[in-house]
């Protein structure tokens, strides 16, 4: 399994940015997916996820309202939209993929790809 993470960069604090994840290896509308982030010091947290039944939604509170995660099962591909980005989203962010999705949720999925590096200048 290959879970490759793009679209991170530098935006300033209100700014947005998608980033996407591109999945191989998997059958992938058969997975839970999910976006995590970890910030210099910090443990890794859960940011946002998007079930494969019925691609029911879950996010952290500190991200409701302003991101929006979405699949797209033809493309093997799941986007986190991160809009009025804040200082403090400033962080590597993962995806990572599950069939069970209360495991993905405690961040014990067995598969996590390379993150990519969000900054968000103030």
């Not at 290896?25 to 039944?53: C, H």
Request: glycine fraction near 10%; charged fraction near 20%; include cysteine.
């Amino acid at each position: 399994v290959q879970l490759q993470a793009s679209g991170g960069g530098l935006v300033q604090a209100g700014g947005s940015l998608r980033l996407s994840c591109a999945a191989s290896g998997l059958t992938f509308d058969r997975y839970n997916m999910g976006w995590f982030r970890q910030a210099p010091g910090k443990e890794r947290e859960f940011v946002a996820a998007i079930s494969w039944t019925d691609s029911s939604t879950y996010y952290a509170d500190s991200v409701k309202g302003r991101f929006t995660i979405s699949r797209d099962n033809a493309k093997n591909t799941v986007y986190l939209r991160m809009n009025s980005l804040k200082p403090e989203d400033t962080a590597v962010y993962y995806c990572t993929a599950d069939l069970l999705l209360f495991r993905l949720l405690r961040n014990n999925s067995p598969y996590s790809g390379q993150g990519t590096q969000v900054t968000v200048s103030s």
